[in-house]
């Protein structure tokens, strides 16, 4: 999650560092996270866009709103593949 809040980047990045996650060994929770974090806690979408036209007060309160999301989002992602490993056999994803 933290990884996913700091690392600048686009898309064309964030997604294929995901996938390295995977083959690593990392399971689909800790790539979801990741991706969830990047696109809610992205510290350079947050200077360069929001605190300039929002102000400090916003991206605090938006920033704090959403830190558990990322984490909610692996944690479910986790338990659905999970859930689909056992249904249909394949344990490649947990």
Same mark, same amino acid.
């Given at each position: 999650?933290?990884? #996913? %809040?700091? +690392?600048?980047? $686009?898309?064309?990045?964030?997604?294929? &560092? *995901? #996938? %390295?996650? +995977?083959?690593? $060994?990392?399971?689909?929770?800790?790539? &979801? *996270?990741?991706?969830?974090?990047?696109?809610?806690?992205?510290?350079?979408?947050?200077?360069?866009?929001?605190?300039?036209?929002?102000?400090?007060?916003?991206?605090?309160?938006?920033?704090?709103?959403?830190?558990?999301?990322?984490?909610?989002?692996?944690?479910?992602?986790?338990?659905?593949?999970?859930?689909?490993a056992s249904r249909w056999g394949g344990d490649q994803w947990t």
């Amino acid at each position: 999650m933290v990884m #996913g %809040a700091v +690392l600048p980047g $686009g898309p064309l990045t964030i997604f294929p &560092v *995901a #996938g %390295a996650f +995977l083959l690593l $060994g990392a399971d689909v929770g800790t790539a &979801v *996270a990741f991706i969830t974090a990047w696109n809610l806690l992205g510290y350079n979408r947050a200077l360069i866009w929001e605190l300039p036209f929002f102000g400090p007060e916003f991206v605090g309160w938006r920033i704090l709103i959403a830190v558990p999301l990322p984490i909610i989002a692996g944690l479910s992602a986790r338990i659905v593949a999970r859930a689909v490993a056992s249904r249909w056999g394949g344990d490649q994803w947990t």
